[in-house]
């Protein structure tokens, strides 16, 4: 056993609304229920466009910031527009925070402001004061219409940042675990097989696939990141986009936050690795420490004995330092949770 102090994210929790079991209450403008919400038929054909709100949903605590994903599938013209409003007590609500389209290529400006309420930065929303309910705001659009989209899952994870300490003691159990996750590099030509998408940056990709891959599904890299592409943030590395691209392959997949190792190493034990987002500056990492990042995502596959953490980072073309690196816990608790201890899960 071992401690060791590291940045503190803060109190994270999770609201899962799995619309696969029974239908959601809500408004339904021109959708139904089939194991998820999905456009209307009129005529036999499905309605163009089409709009699903929930009614509001009870976060565990009183939270300051929120991270809203979504699982569902959109075939080839059709897309979905996903949106959340908050509350402090499910009467007076914010203003629509539009997370974007999702499925399209055409770039338009969404609404990401409130001055009561704060700001929504590409899929990272920061609340002026706290909130204790959401909702959620889904608009299909259906350009084929023998075609729909389906919304089968939305999550919340919420936190409260602005409270509690500023450091918590991590707490390491002296086993080791070693997932068989399979390496690849975001700078392969075979690999990504897209320049212009490789120019623009897709460890999120990469990192997801690799994942999809551990489970066992023959996903690569371009299919993801197209999946995932963010137009209007001109992004492959949208948190949310990356969850509903890896949602149409089949699993569960969700952001959630966390505030110290031994939670992560919990998802570890029971078989998922952890796609993680980390930011460091030159000289914090001994390995490396001319390199800094403002942002990268790289795939958390075990643990040592110390508890030192072992990675798959797609940042590389060296299969040394990309495929099963291991960094101190130290320094990259450093670039993990003093950058939000934001994680994405597979499942």
């Known amino acids: 056993m071992k401690r060791i102090q590291m940045p503190y994210s803060g109190k994270h929790g999770l609201v899962a609304c ?4 029974s239908a959601p209450p809500g408004i339904y403008g ?5 194991r998820g919400v999905l456009p209307g038929r009129e005529c036999g054909m499905f309605v163009r466009e089409s709009e ?10 009183a939270s300051d910031e929120l991270v809203m994903t979504w699982n569902a599938t ?3 013209g059709t897309s979905v527009s996903m949106a959340f409003a908050v509350s402090d007590d499910a009467e007076n609500w914010s203003k629509w925070f539009e997370m974007g389209d999702w499925k399209t290529d055409t770039a338009r400006e969404r609404q990401c402001a409130d001055r009561d309420w704060g700001k929504l930065s590409v899929d990272h929303f920061r609340s002026v004061g706290k909130f204790r309910f959401a909702k959620y705001r889904a608009i299909f659009h259906t350009a084929d219409p023998s075609q729909a989209p389906l919304l089968r899952r ?35 030509e075979r690999v990504v097989k897209d320049p212009v998408m490789m120019d623009a940056g897709v460890c999120g990709a990469t990192s997801v696939a690799m994942v999809l891959r551990y489970h066992g599904i023959a996903a690569n890299v371009r299919n993801v990141g197209r999946r995932a592409w963010d137009p209007s943030a001109e992004i492959y590395g949208n948190w949310a986009f990356l969850c509903a691209a890896a949602s149409e392959y089949g ?26 987002s980390i930011s460091y500056n030159k000289g914090t990492m001994s390995s490396e420490p001319e390199k800094e990042t403002a942002g990268h995502l790289i795939v958390v596959r075990g643990f040592t004995g110390d508890g030192d953490v072992i990675v798959n980072d797609p940042g590389t073309t060296d299969e040394q330092r990309g495929r099963r690196y291991v960094y101190p816990a130290c320094e990259l608790g450093r670039a993990f949770f003093g950058h939000g201890g934001v994680g994405i899960i597979i499942k």
């Open 74 to 76: 959109a075939p080839p």
């Open 52 to 61: 699903f709100t929930s009614n509001a949903v009870r976060m565990e605590f």
């Open 30 to 34: 021109n959708t139904v229920y089939g």
């Open 251 to 276: 699993p569960a997949a969700w952001v959630q936050r966390f505030s110290d190792w031994s939670s992560v190493r919990e998802f570890l034990e029971s078989g998922i690795p952890v796609v993680i």
């Open 154 to 188: 939305v999550f919340f994870c919420h936190s409260d940042v602005k409270s509690g300490g500023d450091c918590e003691a991590a707490t390491y159990a002296g086993t080791s675990v070693d997932l068989d996750v399979p390496w690849l590099s975001q700078y392969d």
């Open 18 to 21: 799995d619309l696969t079991v």
